[in-house]
């Protein structure tokens, strides 16, 4: 049995959903869009891998709020945990996000707290005998998904060599059902003022038909797919179109300020329409 100190809180919806409103405005006025590659379409793996494994299919997380969901990322700024929370409101209800966090970092963010974020003590096998036990709890708690930054640190997007932590294989290989859904994200400058987040799904892999993996498979596996979407979505980073990108949040647009209002002058006075934007991108 797993101790209630183990266990935490469900965010009230109250709460939540405020900060979801809070969290869409302050997301708008910080980056132009925020957007995912449509050719790994989530709720198309999910329908793919069970059609090809009828014999270890399972229901989709997003149908079944008993499966296990995991999504595992890079982490590559301080945004990374708005940014999840904003990615799984939008993609993954009705499930629940929850994400570990350290310790000390959660002091100086106790808000993070009432979030579904809990605290774990890093570089310490008390720590990681915590974590595993909170993630088993929270298993067994419908409709849960757990996000987590395996690399452990911030890393620059183009570094590929950092070793992925092993909780998230260890928690994998006990596992005999549910999802797990690796997740690059980028923030990129194209043409305008403000920042793009862009992200990708990896392949996704269903528990069920990895039973046979020990830790040092999950391990690969798991490294494997992050790193390979990782090189995918900066392909697409490159190329600077929005074509492949379902957009999830349109943001601010143009320079703002003193500069926008001459810009609006000058089209008032020529007879001509303003146009807020720099580029054609996400419009």
């Known amino acids: 049995m797993t101790a209630d100190s183990d266990v935490i809180a469900k965010p009230a919806d109250w709460f939540q959903n405020g900060f979801h409103r809070f969290l869409h405005s302050y997301l708008r006025r910080n980056f132009h869009a925020i957007a995912f590659a449509r050719e790994t379409e989530l709720q198309t793996q999910f329908q793919s891998l069970a ?5 270890d299919a399972q ?24 940014l999840a929370h904003f990615i799984n409101e939008r993609l993954l209800s009705p499930r629940q996000f929850y994400a570990p ?5 959660l002091q100086q963010y106790k808000v993070f707290e009432k979030l579904g974020f809990f605290g774990v003590q890093s570089d310490s096998n008390r720590g990681a005998a915590q974590f595993l036990k ?15 930054t395996p690399e452990g640190r ?4 183009r570094d590929h060599e950092a070793e992925l932590m092993p909780g998230l294989s260890h928690v994998c290989s006990k596992l005999d059902r549910g999802w797990v859904v690796p997740l690059a994200m ?37 490294t494997e797919r992050l790193r390979f979407s990782q090189s995918r979505l900066a392909k697409l980073c490159i190329d600077r179109s ?42």
Do not use: C
């Open 51 to 55: 059609e090809a494994n009828p014999d």
């Open 154 to 157: 911030f890393a620059d997007v």
């Open 101 to 105: 966090i350290d310790a000390e970092a």
């Open 186 to 222: 980028e923030y990129v400058f194209w043409d305008e003022r403000l920042p793009l987040v862009l992200f990708r799904f990896g392949d996704v892999i269903s528990i069920p038909t990895a039973s046979e993996w020990d830790k040092q498979q999950w391990s690969e596996e798991l």
């Open 134 to 148: 909170t993630t088993a709890a929270l298993f067994r708690r419908e409709h849960s998904a757990l996000w987590v």
């Open 242 to 283: 929005s074509e492949p990108f379902e957009n999830l949040l349109r943001g601010k647009r143009g320079a703002s300020g003193m500069y926008d209002t001459a810009r609006r002058l000058k089209s008032w006075m020529t007879g001509q329409s303003f146009q807020a934007g720099h580029g054609d991108q996400f419009q």
């Open 59 to 82: 229901a989709s997380p997003l149908e079944d709020g008993s499966v296990p969901l995991i999504v595992y990322s890079n982490h590559a700024s301080w945004w990374d945990p708005l």
